[in-house]
Every structure is written in structure tokens, then in C-alpha cells.
């Protein structure tokens, strides 16, 4: 069984499907983010700055088992997914969330 990443956008820091705007994050100015979902990030920050990619594929393994959607924790299609989305390839480059909130802001402005 392969996972999939939802079709359209989703959250760049826990993978779930972007489908409402209520769902987005917000930046500083509260400005709805199209990269992040408010679970993860709201008013220009992470809610959980310290949390690990670790720490998320567990969540996101444990999240899937709960509803059903895999028999098995195929933990290394989860690690593929979730170490490839935004927030945790530059936690690998070691850029600072200052970084990345600029980023974010950038991207509004296109
Ligand atoms: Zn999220």
C-alpha cells in the first residue's frame, strides 16, 4: 500500500488536505498562509516550535491508525512524506523559523 499526498494543497508541516480556508494558518498580520494549517501554524509562528520531524511522523503514523486508513504503520512511506514537506527540509538546513516566516510572507505577495 502506497500513501499519497492529498490532491490540491496541503499543510507543508503535517500533510493534511488544505480543503476550507477556516483550515489555513494565519501570519502575524492574520492573513490566511496557503503552506500551513492552522493546527501547525497561526499568527506567523509554528504552535509547536520544538516538535521534531520525529516527533510529527510519529503523530501523523498514529493519526492513521486511528481512523483506519492503514492496517500496518508503514513507517518508512510516512517518513518519506513527512520529511519532504517545507517545514522539515529546512529544519535540515538548519534555517531558523525567522527564516522561514519571511519566506511564508514572500510567498503571499506573489
Ligand atoms: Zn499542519
Known amino acids: ?25 494565519t501570519n502575524k498580520q492574520g492573513k490566511r498562509v496557503h503552506n500551513y494549517c492552522r493546527c501547525c501554524y497561526r499568527d506567523g509562528r509554528f504552535v509547536e516550535p520544538n516538535l521534531t520531524t520525529e516527533d510529527m511522523i510519529l503523530r501523523v503514523t498514529t493519526e492513521l491508525r486511528l481512523a483506519g486508513m492503514i492496517e500496518m504503520v508503514v513507517v518508512n512511506e510516512v517518513t518519506a512524506l513527512i520529511s ?27
Do not use: V, Y
Request: charged share 35%.
Open 1 to 25: 500500500m502506497k500513501l499519497k499526498l492529498p490532491i490540491g494543497a496541503f499543510c507543508q508541516s503535517c500533510a493534511s488536505a488544505l480543503r476550507r480556508t477556516e483550515d489555513l494558518g
Open 84 to 110: 519532504n514537506l517545507d517545514r522539515w527540509r529546512s529544519s535540515r538546513s538548519e534555517k531558523s523559523t525567522q527564516d522561514l516566516d519571511i519566506r511564508i510572507e514572500a510567498r503571499d505577495h506573489r
